[in-house]
Protein backbone atom coordinates (compact mmCIF):
# COMPACT_ATOMS: atom_id res chain seq x y z
CA UNK A 1 0.00 0.00 0.00
CA UNK A 2 1.39 3.58 -0.78
CA UNK A 3 1.83 5.99 1.57
CA UNK A 4 -1.43 8.49 0.84
CA UNK A 5 -0.45 8.25 -2.74
CA UNK A 6 -2.66 11.80 -3.34
CA UNK A 7 -0.93 14.13 -1.41
CA UNK A 8 2.20 11.66 0.07
CA UNK A 9 1.44 12.64 3.59
CA UNK A 10 3.91 11.54 6.18
CA UNK A 11 1.68 11.08 8.64
CA UNK A 12 0.84 7.42 9.01
CA UNK A 13 4.73 6.42 8.83
CA UNK A 14 4.94 3.96 11.10
CA UNK A 15 8.80 3.94 13.44
CA UNK A 16 8.96 0.58 14.05
CA UNK A 17 7.99 -1.14 10.25
CA UNK A 18 11.08 -0.21 7.91
CA UNK A 19 10.17 1.97 5.24
CA UNK A 20 12.95 1.33 2.91
CA UNK A 21 14.56 -2.19 2.55
CA UNK A 22 17.54 -3.74 0.48
CA UNK A 23 17.82 -8.12 0.68
CA UNK A 24 20.52 -9.70 -1.31
CA UNK A 25 21.26 -5.95 -3.37
CA UNK A 26 23.76 -6.74 -5.86
CA UNK A 27 25.08 -4.72 -9.11
CA UNK A 28 27.26 -6.00 -11.91
CA UNK A 29 27.51 -3.64 -15.16
CA UNK A 30 29.73 -6.86 -16.41
CA UNK A 31 33.21 -6.05 -15.02
CA UNK A 32 32.60 -7.67 -12.02
CA UNK A 33 30.31 -6.92 -9.09
CA UNK A 34 30.17 -3.19 -8.14
CA UNK A 35 27.89 -4.12 -5.07
CA UNK A 36 27.02 -7.23 -3.72
CA UNK A 37 24.60 -8.98 -1.22
CA UNK A 38 23.45 -5.53 0.76
CA UNK A 39 20.85 -6.24 3.30
CA UNK A 40 19.67 -3.20 5.03
CA UNK A 41 16.40 -1.91 7.11
CA UNK A 42 15.86 1.46 7.07
CA UNK A 43 13.47 3.26 9.18
CA UNK A 44 11.22 6.64 8.86
CA UNK A 45 12.41 9.58 10.87
CA UNK A 46 16.07 9.08 10.68
CA UNK A 47 18.50 10.23 8.75
CA UNK A 48 20.99 7.32 7.37
CA UNK A 49 24.32 8.27 5.94
CA UNK A 50 26.31 6.22 3.24
CA UNK A 51 29.55 6.53 3.64
CA UNK A 52 32.95 5.01 1.89
CA UNK A 53 35.90 5.53 -0.09
CA UNK A 54 35.39 6.63 -3.41
CA UNK A 55 34.32 3.72 -5.83
CA UNK A 56 32.58 1.87 -3.18
CA UNK A 57 29.17 1.99 -4.70
CA UNK A 58 27.26 4.95 -2.42
CA UNK A 59 26.20 6.26 -6.28
CA UNK A 60 24.99 2.99 -7.40
CA UNK A 61 23.25 2.01 -4.27
CA UNK A 62 21.25 4.90 -4.16
CA UNK A 63 20.41 4.46 -8.16
CA UNK A 64 19.29 1.29 -7.05
CA UNK A 65 16.96 2.54 -4.35
CA UNK A 66 15.53 4.82 -6.57
CA UNK A 67 14.99 1.59 -9.03
CA UNK A 68 16.92 4.30 -11.45
CA UNK A 69 18.92 0.76 -12.56
CA UNK A 70 17.36 -2.91 -12.19
CA UNK A 71 19.26 -4.62 -9.65
CA UNK A 72 21.51 -7.96 -10.93
CA UNK A 73 20.49 -9.58 -8.06
CA UNK A 74 17.97 -8.82 -4.86
CA UNK A 75 15.55 -6.41 -4.86
CA UNK A 76 14.20 -3.14 -3.03
CA UNK A 77 11.08 -2.95 -1.30
CA UNK A 78 9.30 0.64 -0.33
CA UNK A 79 6.92 1.24 1.87
CA UNK A 80 6.35 -2.57 1.34
CA UNK A 81 6.20 -2.86 -2.41
CA UNK A 82 8.85 -3.88 -4.96
CA UNK A 83 10.46 -0.92 -6.47
CA UNK A 84 11.10 -2.84 -9.68
CA UNK A 85 7.23 -2.99 -9.75
CA UNK A 86 6.26 1.11 -8.93
CA UNK A 87 5.69 2.95 -12.36
CA UNK A 88 8.36 6.31 -11.93
CA UNK A 89 5.17 8.51 -11.15
CA UNK A 90 4.72 6.27 -8.27
CA UNK A 91 8.12 5.89 -7.21
CA UNK A 92 8.55 9.72 -7.63
CA UNK A 93 5.31 10.15 -4.48
CA UNK A 94 7.58 8.05 -2.12
CA UNK A 95 11.02 9.00 -3.00
CA UNK A 96 12.42 12.45 -4.03
CA UNK A 97 16.18 13.08 -5.02
CA UNK A 98 18.11 15.99 -4.36
CA UNK A 99 21.31 15.31 -6.55
CA UNK A 100 24.78 16.24 -6.04
CA UNK A 101 25.40 20.25 -7.48
CA UNK A 102 23.54 20.19 -10.47
CA UNK A 103 24.79 23.11 -13.22
CA UNK A 104 21.38 24.41 -15.19
CA UNK A 105 22.16 25.68 -18.09
CA UNK A 106 18.48 27.05 -18.86
CA UNK A 107 16.81 29.92 -17.32
CA UNK A 108 13.92 28.10 -15.28
CA UNK A 109 12.54 30.13 -12.60
CA UNK A 110 12.99 29.24 -9.10
CA UNK A 111 9.51 29.06 -8.13
CA UNK A 112 9.58 26.63 -11.50
CA UNK A 113 12.48 24.32 -10.34
CA UNK A 114 10.40 23.81 -7.06
CA UNK A 115 7.15 23.25 -8.54
CA UNK A 116 8.60 20.60 -10.80
CA UNK A 117 8.62 18.45 -7.29
CA UNK A 118 4.48 18.43 -8.09
CA UNK A 119 4.59 16.81 -11.20
CA UNK A 120 4.61 13.37 -9.99
CA UNK A 121 0.37 14.57 -8.23
CA UNK A 122 -0.70 16.06 -11.32
CA UNK A 123 -2.29 14.74 -14.29
CA UNK A 124 -0.72 15.51 -17.95
CA UNK A 125 -3.35 18.60 -18.29
CA UNK A 126 -3.96 19.33 -15.03
CA UNK A 127 -2.56 22.76 -13.65
CA UNK A 128 -1.04 23.12 -9.89
CA UNK A 129 -4.27 23.04 -7.58
CA UNK A 130 -4.26 24.87 -4.35
CA UNK A 131 -2.62 22.12 -2.33
CA UNK A 132 0.55 22.20 -4.80
CA UNK A 133 0.67 25.63 -4.43
CA UNK A 134 0.79 25.60 -0.96
CA UNK A 135 3.28 23.20 -0.78
CA UNK A 136 6.00 24.85 -2.79
CA UNK A 137 5.54 28.24 -0.73
CA UNK A 138 6.13 26.39 2.58
CA UNK A 139 8.81 24.31 0.79
CA UNK A 140 10.38 28.02 -0.60
CA UNK A 141 9.85 29.47 3.00
CA UNK A 142 11.56 26.79 4.95
CA UNK A 143 14.21 26.64 2.82
CA UNK A 144 15.04 30.43 2.43
CA UNK A 145 14.65 30.67 -1.49
CA UNK A 146 11.45 32.56 -1.25
CA UNK A 147 13.35 35.83 -1.66
CA UNK A 148 15.02 34.04 -5.04
CA UNK A 149 11.56 32.94 -6.16
CA UNK A 150 11.96 35.24 -9.39
CA UNK A 151 15.74 34.59 -9.94
CA UNK A 152 16.31 32.08 -12.49
CA UNK A 153 18.27 29.50 -11.79
CA UNK A 154 21.87 29.75 -13.92
CA UNK A 155 21.72 33.08 -12.04
CA UNK A 156 22.04 31.37 -8.53
CA UNK A 157 25.12 30.49 -6.37
CA UNK A 158 25.98 27.01 -5.90
CA UNK A 159 25.02 27.39 -2.37
CA UNK A 160 21.48 29.02 -3.68
CA UNK A 161 20.69 26.40 -6.27
CA UNK A 162 21.23 23.65 -3.67
CA UNK A 163 19.02 24.63 -1.37
CA UNK A 164 16.39 25.27 -4.40
CA UNK A 165 16.45 21.46 -5.34
CA UNK A 166 16.05 21.10 -1.88
CA UNK A 167 12.82 23.08 -1.52
CA UNK A 168 11.94 21.10 -4.99
CA UNK A 169 12.17 17.35 -2.75
CA UNK A 170 10.59 19.28 0.36
CA UNK A 171 7.33 20.11 -2.16
CA UNK A 172 7.86 16.93 -3.49
CA UNK A 173 5.98 15.70 0.17
CA UNK A 174 8.11 11.92 -0.04
CA UNK A 175 8.59 9.73 2.91
CA UNK A 176 11.42 9.10 1.46
CA UNK A 177 14.31 11.67 0.65
CA UNK A 178 17.54 10.89 -1.30
CA UNK A 179 20.50 13.21 -0.97
CA UNK A 180 23.78 12.08 -4.03
CA UNK A 181 26.31 14.23 -2.03
CA UNK A 182 24.69 17.32 -2.11
CA UNK A 183 27.64 19.37 0.35
CA UNK A 184 30.31 18.01 -2.07
CA UNK A 185 30.79 21.78 -3.40
CA UNK A 186 29.81 24.25 -1.05
CA UNK A 187 31.11 25.96 1.62
CA UNK A 188 30.84 25.79 5.11
CA UNK A 189 28.08 27.65 5.85
CA UNK A 190 26.04 26.09 2.94
CA UNK A 191 26.97 23.13 4.11
CA UNK A 192 25.34 23.68 7.31
CA UNK A 193 22.08 25.15 6.05
CA UNK A 194 21.84 22.01 3.58
CA UNK A 195 22.67 19.43 6.72
CA UNK A 196 19.77 21.48 8.56
CA UNK A 197 17.02 21.12 6.28
CA UNK A 198 18.17 17.10 5.72
CA UNK A 199 18.01 16.89 9.62
CA UNK A 200 14.89 18.79 9.46
CA UNK A 201 13.13 16.15 6.98
CA UNK A 202 14.30 13.28 9.12
CA UNK A 203 12.81 14.98 12.65
CA UNK A 204 9.84 15.45 10.83
CA UNK A 205 9.07 12.14 10.20
CA UNK A 206 10.50 11.39 6.89
CA UNK A 207 13.63 8.87 6.07
CA UNK A 208 16.73 10.60 4.53
CA UNK A 209 19.42 8.75 3.13
CA UNK A 210 22.42 11.07 2.83
CA UNK A 211 25.48 9.94 0.98
CA UNK A 212 28.64 11.82 2.70
CA UNK A 213 32.06 12.25 2.19
CA UNK A 214 32.28 14.33 5.09
CA UNK A 215 32.68 11.88 8.11
CA UNK A 216 32.84 15.00 10.66
CA UNK A 217 29.48 16.15 9.08
CA UNK A 218 27.70 12.51 8.95
CA UNK A 219 28.83 11.72 12.19
CA UNK A 220 27.01 15.37 13.63
CA UNK A 221 23.94 14.99 11.59
CA UNK A 222 23.08 10.94 10.79
CA UNK A 223 21.66 8.84 13.28
CA UNK A 224 23.17 5.89 11.75
CA UNK A 225 25.82 5.69 8.94
CA UNK A 226 26.50 2.48 6.50
CA UNK A 227 29.93 1.92 5.75
CA UNK A 228 29.93 0.99 1.82
CA UNK A 229 33.67 -0.37 0.65
CA UNK A 230 34.51 -2.77 -2.15
CA UNK A 231 30.59 -3.47 -3.05
CA UNK A 232 29.77 -4.62 0.43
CA UNK A 233 28.08 -3.13 3.40
CA UNK A 234 30.99 -3.40 5.63
CA UNK A 235 29.80 -1.49 9.07
CA UNK A 236 26.38 -0.49 9.99
CA UNK A 237 25.69 1.35 12.76
CA UNK A 238 25.71 5.04 15.10
CA UNK A 239 28.29 6.78 14.30
CA UNK A 240 30.74 6.25 17.31
CA UNK A 241 30.38 2.47 16.59
CA UNK A 242 31.13 2.88 12.58
CA UNK A 243 33.68 5.72 12.71
CA UNK A 244 36.60 4.17 15.15
CA UNK A 245 40.31 4.03 13.98
CA UNK A 246 40.46 0.81 13.11
CA UNK A 247 37.61 0.76 10.77
CA UNK A 248 39.28 4.34 8.52
CA UNK A 249 42.29 2.23 8.69
CA UNK A 250 41.06 -0.38 6.73
CA UNK A 251 38.03 0.90 4.46
CA UNK A 252 39.60 4.45 3.88
CA UNK A 253 43.19 3.57 4.05
CA UNK A 254 43.79 6.33 6.48
CA UNK A 255 45.48 6.79 10.21
CA UNK A 256 42.70 8.70 12.25
CA UNK A 257 42.29 10.53 15.40
CA UNK A 258 39.05 10.72 16.58
CA UNK A 259 37.59 12.53 19.18
CA UNK A 260 33.96 13.74 20.76
CA UNK A 261 33.02 16.99 19.45
CA UNK A 262 32.70 19.77 22.11
CA UNK A 263 28.96 20.97 21.73
CA UNK A 264 26.98 18.50 19.76
CA UNK A 265 26.64 14.78 19.66
CA UNK A 266 29.30 13.88 16.55
CA UNK A 267 32.79 13.27 15.95
CA UNK A 268 35.96 14.99 14.96
CA UNK A 269 38.21 12.89 12.68
CA UNK A 270 41.76 14.08 12.44
CA UNK A 271 43.06 11.82 9.48
CA UNK A 272 46.79 11.54 8.32
CA UNK A 273 48.09 9.52 5.85
CA UNK A 274 49.65 6.05 7.17
CA UNK A 275 53.65 5.71 7.28
CA UNK A 276 54.65 3.29 4.54
CA UNK A 277 56.71 0.57 5.82
CA UNK A 278 59.69 1.94 3.53
CA UNK B 1 0.98 28.54 -14.48
CA UNK B 2 -1.85 30.92 -16.05
CA UNK B 3 -0.66 32.63 -19.16
CA UNK B 4 0.69 36.51 -18.18
CA UNK B 5 -0.44 39.18 -20.43
CA UNK B 6 3.20 39.51 -21.56
CA UNK B 7 3.22 36.25 -22.62
CA UNK B 8 -0.25 36.54 -24.17
CA UNK B 9 0.83 39.52 -26.17
CA UNK B 10 3.36 37.03 -27.23
CA UNK B 11 1.15 35.08 -28.70
CA UNK B 12 -1.30 37.25 -29.96
CA UNK B 13 1.53 39.13 -32.00
CA UNK B 14 3.48 36.19 -33.24
CA UNK B 15 -0.40 35.00 -34.44
CA UNK B 16 -1.06 38.41 -36.19
CA UNK B 17 2.40 38.13 -37.87
CA UNK B 18 1.59 35.09 -39.13
CA UNK B 19 -1.81 35.96 -40.67
CA UNK B 20 -0.28 39.20 -42.33
CA UNK B 21 2.36 37.22 -44.16
CA UNK B 22 -0.36 34.86 -44.82
CA UNK B 23 -2.07 37.00 -46.62
CA UNK B 24 0.25 38.96 -48.69
CA UNK B 25 1.50 35.76 -49.43
CA UNK B 26 -2.36 34.78 -51.00
CA UNK B 27 -1.60 38.63 -52.68
CA UNK B 28 1.65 38.83 -54.12
CA UNK B 29 2.98 37.18 -56.87
CA UNK B 30 2.92 37.75 -60.88
CA UNK B 31 -1.00 37.87 -61.12
CA UNK B 32 -2.07 41.07 -59.17
CA UNK B 33 -4.59 40.38 -56.76
CA UNK B 34 -6.67 42.66 -54.43
CA UNK B 35 -8.16 42.27 -50.85
CA UNK B 36 -11.43 42.28 -52.49
CA UNK B 37 -10.48 39.76 -55.18
CA UNK B 38 -9.54 37.72 -51.99
CA UNK B 39 -12.86 38.30 -50.02
CA UNK B 40 -14.73 37.42 -53.40
CA UNK B 41 -12.75 34.15 -53.52
CA UNK B 42 -13.43 33.10 -49.68
CA UNK B 43 -17.22 33.33 -50.06
CA UNK B 44 -16.94 31.18 -53.10
CA UNK B 45 -14.81 28.26 -52.41
CA UNK B 46 -13.70 26.52 -55.18
CA UNK B 47 -14.28 22.92 -53.64
CA UNK B 48 -17.82 23.08 -53.32
CA UNK B 49 -18.24 23.69 -57.36
CA UNK B 50 -15.33 20.88 -57.84
CA UNK B 51 -11.90 22.03 -59.06
CA UNK B 52 -12.59 20.44 -62.97
CA UNK B 53 -16.22 21.04 -63.48
CA UNK B 54 -16.85 23.46 -65.98
CA UNK B 55 -19.56 25.06 -64.41
CA UNK B 56 -17.52 25.51 -61.59
CA UNK B 57 -14.85 27.67 -62.86
CA UNK B 58 -17.01 29.09 -65.52
CA UNK B 59 -18.77 30.92 -62.11
CA UNK B 60 -15.57 31.54 -60.76
CA UNK B 61 -12.98 34.79 -61.26
CA UNK B 62 -9.94 33.91 -62.62
CA UNK B 63 -8.73 35.68 -59.63
CA UNK B 64 -10.98 33.26 -57.23
CA UNK B 65 -9.05 30.12 -59.05
CA UNK B 66 -5.17 31.73 -58.78
CA UNK B 67 -6.16 32.01 -54.67
CA UNK B 68 -7.77 28.83 -54.07
CA UNK B 69 -5.67 26.44 -56.70
CA UNK B 70 -2.43 28.23 -56.41
CA UNK B 71 -1.67 30.88 -53.31
CA UNK B 72 -4.10 29.63 -50.80
CA UNK B 73 -2.57 25.88 -50.71
CA UNK B 74 1.25 27.68 -51.40
CA UNK B 75 0.14 29.29 -48.13
CA UNK B 76 -0.70 27.10 -45.86
CA UNK B 77 1.79 24.08 -47.20
CA UNK B 78 4.37 26.45 -46.13
CA UNK B 79 2.73 27.74 -43.21
CA UNK B 80 2.50 23.54 -41.79
CA UNK B 81 5.64 22.76 -42.94
CA UNK B 82 7.63 25.59 -40.82
CA UNK B 83 5.53 24.56 -37.87
CA UNK B 84 5.99 21.02 -38.01
CA UNK B 85 9.85 21.40 -38.27
CA UNK B 86 10.24 23.88 -35.87
CA UNK B 87 8.21 21.93 -33.18
CA UNK B 88 10.37 19.12 -34.51
CA UNK B 89 13.55 21.24 -33.38
CA UNK B 90 11.52 22.33 -30.44
CA UNK B 91 11.14 18.92 -28.89
CA UNK B 92 14.84 17.44 -30.09
CA UNK B 93 16.39 20.57 -28.37
CA UNK B 94 14.27 19.66 -25.07
CA UNK B 95 15.27 16.34 -25.78
CA UNK B 96 18.98 16.30 -25.96
CA UNK B 97 19.21 19.05 -23.57
CA UNK B 98 21.27 20.65 -26.52
CA UNK B 99 20.37 24.01 -28.66
CA UNK B 100 22.34 22.86 -31.54
CA UNK B 101 19.74 19.79 -32.06
CA UNK B 102 17.17 19.43 -35.17
CA UNK B 103 16.10 17.68 -37.70
CA UNK B 104 18.44 19.10 -39.92
CA UNK B 105 22.08 18.76 -37.95
CA UNK B 106 20.60 15.07 -36.53
CA UNK B 107 20.56 13.18 -39.96
CA UNK B 108 16.54 13.37 -39.47
CA UNK B 109 15.68 15.17 -42.91
CA UNK B 110 18.11 13.94 -44.49
CA UNK B 111 17.09 10.49 -43.52
CA UNK B 112 13.25 10.85 -44.42
CA UNK B 113 14.68 12.38 -48.02
CA UNK B 114 16.33 9.59 -48.76
CA UNK B 115 12.89 7.60 -47.81
CA UNK B 116 10.89 9.78 -49.76
CA UNK B 117 13.42 9.49 -53.02
CA UNK B 118 13.14 5.74 -52.94
CA UNK B 119 9.62 5.69 -53.34
CA UNK B 120 9.82 8.20 -55.90
CA UNK B 121 13.07 5.80 -57.68
CA UNK B 122 10.52 2.74 -57.42
CA UNK B 123 7.66 3.78 -58.79
CA UNK B 124 5.83 3.50 -55.48
CA UNK B 125 5.24 7.49 -54.87
CA UNK B 126 3.66 8.10 -58.42
CA UNK B 127 0.93 5.05 -57.74
CA UNK B 128 0.57 5.55 -53.98
CA UNK B 129 0.05 9.07 -52.70
CA UNK B 130 1.16 7.38 -49.01
CA UNK B 131 3.87 6.06 -50.14
CA UNK B 132 6.45 9.31 -50.52
CA UNK B 133 5.12 10.09 -46.74
CA UNK B 134 5.43 6.67 -45.47
CA UNK B 135 9.24 5.92 -47.16
CA UNK B 136 10.26 9.54 -45.84
CA UNK B 137 8.89 8.70 -42.05
CA UNK B 138 10.65 5.65 -42.56
CA UNK B 139 13.54 6.80 -43.35
CA UNK B 140 13.59 9.53 -40.60
CA UNK B 141 12.96 7.08 -37.83
CA UNK B 142 15.92 5.23 -38.82
CA UNK B 143 18.33 7.78 -38.81
CA UNK B 144 17.14 9.01 -35.35
CA UNK B 145 17.47 5.28 -33.55
CA UNK B 146 20.51 4.83 -35.78
CA UNK B 147 21.89 8.54 -34.55
CA UNK B 148 20.80 8.14 -31.23
CA UNK B 149 21.84 4.52 -30.58
CA UNK B 150 25.95 5.15 -32.24
CA UNK B 151 25.53 8.35 -29.81
CA UNK B 152 24.41 6.84 -26.23
CA UNK B 153 27.04 5.10 -23.96
CA UNK B 154 25.90 3.43 -20.82
CA UNK B 155 22.58 6.10 -20.48
CA UNK B 156 24.61 9.16 -21.58
CA UNK B 157 24.30 10.96 -25.04
CA UNK B 158 27.30 13.47 -25.23
CA UNK B 159 26.32 16.27 -27.54
CA UNK B 160 29.36 16.37 -29.17
CA UNK B 161 28.98 12.60 -29.80
CA UNK B 162 25.43 13.06 -31.07
CA UNK B 163 26.42 16.02 -33.60
CA UNK B 164 29.12 13.91 -35.18
CA UNK B 165 26.86 10.85 -35.27
CA UNK B 166 24.13 12.99 -36.52
CA UNK B 167 26.33 14.65 -39.21
CA UNK B 168 27.99 11.16 -40.16
CA UNK B 169 24.55 9.83 -40.89
CA UNK B 170 23.44 12.86 -42.93
CA UNK B 171 25.99 12.55 -44.85
CA UNK B 172 25.80 8.89 -45.49
CA UNK B 173 22.01 9.68 -46.17
CA UNK B 174 23.01 12.15 -48.91
CA UNK B 175 25.55 9.87 -50.18
CA UNK B 176 22.67 7.45 -51.23
CA UNK B 177 20.07 10.05 -52.41
CA UNK B 178 23.10 10.63 -54.86
CA UNK B 179 23.41 7.02 -55.40
CA UNK B 180 20.01 6.40 -56.28
CA UNK B 181 19.71 9.84 -58.30
CA UNK B 182 22.54 8.38 -60.66
CA UNK B 183 21.24 5.22 -61.27
CA UNK B 184 17.87 7.17 -61.72
CA UNK B 185 19.05 9.07 -64.35
CA UNK B 186 19.14 6.66 -66.75
CA UNK B 187 15.45 7.04 -67.18
CA UNK B 188 15.23 10.61 -67.07
CA UNK B 189 11.50 11.50 -66.00
CA UNK B 190 12.23 9.14 -62.71
CA UNK B 191 15.35 11.55 -62.29
CA UNK B 192 13.94 14.44 -63.47
CA UNK B 193 11.39 14.19 -60.40
CA UNK B 194 13.84 13.21 -58.20
CA UNK B 195 15.56 16.33 -58.56
CA UNK B 196 12.75 18.75 -58.74
CA UNK B 197 11.62 17.26 -55.15
CA UNK B 198 15.25 16.91 -53.58
CA UNK B 199 15.45 20.98 -54.34
CA UNK B 200 12.46 21.32 -51.98
CA UNK B 201 10.26 24.35 -51.55
CA UNK B 202 6.93 25.56 -52.30
CA UNK B 203 6.09 25.59 -55.92
CA UNK B 204 3.27 24.79 -57.27
CA UNK B 205 2.02 22.88 -53.91
CA UNK B 206 -1.60 21.58 -54.08
CA UNK B 207 -4.42 21.15 -52.04
CA UNK B 208 -3.31 17.00 -51.63
CA UNK B 209 -0.29 18.84 -49.92
CA UNK B 210 -2.00 20.38 -47.46
CA UNK B 211 -4.24 17.23 -46.45
CA UNK B 212 -1.32 15.01 -46.27
CA UNK B 213 0.76 17.10 -44.26
CA UNK B 214 -2.22 18.78 -42.19
CA UNK B 215 -3.66 15.47 -40.21
CA UNK B 216 0.42 14.37 -39.28
CA UNK B 217 1.19 17.99 -38.01
CA UNK B 218 -2.10 18.28 -35.72
CA UNK B 219 -1.35 14.78 -34.21
CA UNK B 220 2.28 15.64 -33.74
CA UNK B 221 1.68 18.74 -32.60
CA UNK B 222 -1.28 17.42 -30.17
CA UNK B 223 1.03 14.88 -28.84
CA UNK B 224 4.08 17.06 -28.39
CA UNK B 225 1.81 19.32 -26.24
CA UNK B 226 1.04 16.66 -23.69
CA UNK B 227 4.71 16.27 -22.81
CA UNK B 228 5.66 20.06 -21.58
CA UNK B 229 6.24 19.36 -17.79
CA UNK B 230 8.62 16.38 -19.02
CA UNK B 231 10.57 18.03 -21.41
CA UNK B 232 10.90 20.44 -18.92
CA UNK B 233 12.01 18.45 -16.10
CA UNK B 234 14.38 16.65 -18.94
CA UNK B 235 16.46 19.68 -19.36
CA UNK B 236 17.41 18.79 -15.62
CA UNK B 237 19.09 16.24 -16.21
CA UNK B 238 17.59 12.05 -16.75
CA UNK B 239 17.72 11.44 -13.36
CA UNK B 240 16.57 14.43 -12.15
CA UNK B 241 13.55 14.04 -14.28
CA UNK B 242 13.20 10.61 -13.46
CA UNK B 243 13.10 11.55 -9.49
CA UNK B 244 9.59 13.75 -10.77
CA UNK B 245 8.39 10.74 -12.05
CA UNK B 246 8.97 11.22 -15.92
CA UNK B 247 9.28 7.68 -17.15
CA UNK B 248 12.69 8.93 -19.41
CA UNK B 249 12.64 6.22 -21.94
CA UNK B 250 8.95 6.26 -22.66
CA UNK B 251 8.79 9.72 -23.48
CA UNK B 252 12.05 9.67 -25.48
CA UNK B 253 10.47 7.12 -27.68
CA UNK B 254 7.21 8.81 -27.94
CA UNK B 255 8.90 12.42 -28.56
CA UNK B 256 11.54 10.90 -30.90
CA UNK B 257 8.92 9.16 -32.84
CA UNK B 258 6.56 12.58 -33.01
CA UNK B 259 9.93 14.21 -34.26
CA UNK B 260 10.38 11.78 -36.94
CA UNK B 261 6.87 12.36 -38.24
CA UNK B 262 6.64 16.13 -38.04
CA UNK B 263 10.37 16.01 -40.30
CA UNK B 264 9.12 13.42 -42.40
CA UNK B 265 5.76 14.87 -43.04
CA UNK B 266 7.40 17.96 -43.88
CA UNK B 267 10.21 16.66 -45.95
CA UNK B 268 7.12 15.03 -47.49
CA UNK B 269 5.35 17.71 -48.80
CA UNK B 270 8.03 20.80 -49.06
CA UNK B 271 11.36 18.32 -49.61
CA UNK B 272 14.89 19.30 -48.08
CA UNK B 273 14.03 22.80 -45.91
CA UNK B 274 16.83 23.10 -43.41
CA UNK B 275 17.63 25.26 -40.46
CA UNK B 276 14.12 25.96 -39.49
CA UNK B 277 13.99 23.25 -36.95
CA UNK B 278 17.17 24.72 -35.22
CA UNK B 279 16.96 28.40 -35.61
CA UNK B 280 13.08 29.11 -34.89
CA UNK B 281 13.29 27.49 -31.61
CA UNK B 282 16.04 29.16 -30.57
CA UNK B 283 14.52 32.62 -30.92
CA UNK B 284 11.69 31.50 -29.58
CA UNK B 285 13.61 30.42 -26.02
CA UNK B 286 15.01 33.76 -25.85
CA UNK B 287 11.82 35.45 -25.65
CA UNK B 288 9.93 32.90 -23.41
CA UNK B 289 12.26 31.12 -21.51
CA UNK B 290 12.80 26.88 -21.44
CA UNK B 291 9.30 26.37 -20.72
CA UNK B 292 8.01 23.80 -23.50
CA UNK B 293 4.13 24.58 -22.27
CA UNK B 294 5.29 28.01 -24.32
CA UNK B 295 7.78 27.25 -26.43
CA UNK B 296 6.43 24.34 -28.17
CA UNK B 297 3.07 26.30 -29.36
CA UNK B 298 4.90 29.66 -30.40
CA UNK B 299 7.68 27.87 -32.04
CA UNK B 300 4.64 26.00 -34.42
CA UNK B 301 3.76 29.77 -34.53
CA UNK B 302 6.76 31.28 -35.57
CA UNK B 303 7.65 28.57 -37.69
CA UNK B 304 4.94 28.85 -39.82
CA UNK B 305 5.99 32.83 -39.98
CA UNK B 306 9.23 32.55 -40.81
CA UNK B 307 8.95 30.11 -43.66
CA UNK B 308 6.01 31.96 -45.17
CA UNK B 309 7.75 34.77 -44.79
CA UNK B 310 11.30 33.31 -46.88
CA UNK B 311 8.92 32.02 -49.30
CA UNK B 312 7.21 35.68 -50.02
CA UNK B 313 10.60 37.22 -49.80
CA UNK B 314 12.20 34.66 -52.24
CA UNK B 315 8.97 34.95 -54.37
CA UNK B 316 8.93 38.92 -54.11
CA UNK B 317 13.16 39.12 -54.63
CA UNK B 318 13.52 36.29 -57.52
CA UNK B 319 10.33 36.87 -59.62
CA UNK B 320 11.65 34.79 -63.25
CA UNK B 321 13.52 31.57 -62.04
CA UNK B 322 12.95 29.77 -59.13
CA UNK B 323 15.21 29.50 -55.82
CA UNK B 324 14.43 26.76 -54.19
CA UNK B 325 13.46 27.88 -50.50
CA UNK B 326 16.12 25.82 -48.80
CA UNK B 327 18.25 28.13 -50.39
CA UNK B 328 17.23 30.84 -48.85
CA UNK B 329 16.53 29.11 -45.50
CA UNK B 330 20.23 27.50 -45.43
CA UNK B 331 21.94 30.84 -46.73
CA UNK B 332 20.28 32.35 -43.37
CA UNK B 333 20.13 29.55 -41.18
CA UNK B 334 24.08 28.02 -41.25
CA UNK B 335 25.30 31.25 -40.19
CA UNK B 336 23.50 31.66 -37.37
CA UNK B 337 24.16 27.80 -36.47
CA UNK B 338 27.38 28.89 -36.45
CA UNK B 339 26.78 31.47 -34.39
CA UNK B 340 24.96 29.72 -31.69
CA UNK B 341 28.10 27.23 -31.91
CA UNK B 342 30.90 29.83 -31.31
CA UNK B 343 29.09 31.45 -28.72
CA UNK B 344 28.38 28.06 -27.14
CA UNK B 345 31.98 26.88 -27.08
CA UNK B 346 32.97 31.03 -25.89
CA UNK B 347 30.69 30.01 -23.01
CA UNK B 348 32.55 26.67 -21.95
CA UNK B 349 35.88 28.18 -22.59
CA UNK B 350 35.34 30.85 -20.20
Redesign the interface.
Known amino acids: MLPSPERGSMSRADPATPLLQARGLGMDFGNGPVLDGIDVDLRPGKMVGLIGPNGAGKTTLLSLL?G?LLASTGEVWVAGRRVSAL???????I???V?QD?E??????VR??V???R??Y?G??Q??GATDLAAIDKAMALTGVDVLADR?IDTLSGGERQRVLVA?AIA?QTPVVLLDEVTANLDLSHQLEVLELAAHMAAEGRLVVAAIHDLTMASRYCDRLLLLADGRLQVDGPGHAVLTPAHLRRYFGVDARIDDAPGHSGLIITPRLPRTAD | MPLTEERQSVFLLAGGLLLLVMLAGVLVGPAAISLADLLRALVQPLWLFGTDGATGTAQLSWQSVVIWQVRLPRVLTGAMVGAALAVSGAVLQGLFRNPLASPSVLGVASGASLGAVLAIFFGLAATQIWALPLFAFIGALLTLFAVYGIATRGGHTPVATLLLAGIAAGAFNVAMSSFVLAVALENWEVGKSIVYWTMGGLEGRTWDHVLLIAPFLALGLAVAMAYPRDLDALLLGETQAASVGVDVVRTRLVLLLVTALLTAAAVAVAGGIGFIGLVVPHIVRLLTGPHHRLLLPLSALTGALVLVAADLALRMMFKANDIPLGVITAALGAPFFLFLLLRQRGLVSL
Open positions: MLSRRGLARMALPLIGFAFREVAMGYPLRFVATRQ
